[in-house]
Nanobody, 124 residues
Framework: QVQLVESGGGLVQPGGSLKVSCTVS????????MSWFRQAPGKEREFVSG????????YYADSVKGRFTISRDNAKNTLYLQMNSLKSEDTAVYYC?????????????????WGQGTQVTVSS
């Protein structure tokens, strides 16, 4: 059974930084395409960042480009999202997701497995 478990969320002031993690079990992590999504209250889930099918190329939403960095440690079966220069509009539940086929990285419908989410709140 594939499980994705996020951690590292919390409360941070505007302009601050936070790093969230997602640990994967039950599947060969190195051959799994991984991404981050988020959902703010009253809004639809949106793509934040993800790796392409080969795990080499990375993609970002325009709203986070230059501020967020996605990375992975295959030895630890863990995906990361380093978030810098955080803004109040980054407040959301952040989810990691895994897809097992070559579908678009940007759509949530492409993903087969999801974590339970971790809350990130940016507020003074």
């Amino acid at each position: 059974q594939v499980q994705l478990v996020e951690s590292g969320g919390g409360l941070v002031q505007p302009g601050g930084s936070l790093k969230v993690s997602c640990t994967v079990s039950g599947r060969t992590f190195s051959s799994t395409a991984m991404s981050w999504f988020r959902q703010a209250p009253g809004k639809e889930r949106e793509f934040v960042s993800g790796f392409g099918w080969t795990g080499i190329d990375s993609y970002y939403a325009d709203s986070v480009k230059g501020r967020f960095t996605i990375s992975r440690d295959n030895a630890k079966n863990t995906l990361y999202l380093q978030m810098n220069s955080l803004k109040s509009e980054d407040t959301a539940v952040y989810y990691c997701a895994a897809r097992t086929s070559r579908r678009t990285v940007y759509s949530g419908n492409s993903y087969d497995y999801w974590g339970q989410g971790t809350q990130v709140t940016v507020s003074s």
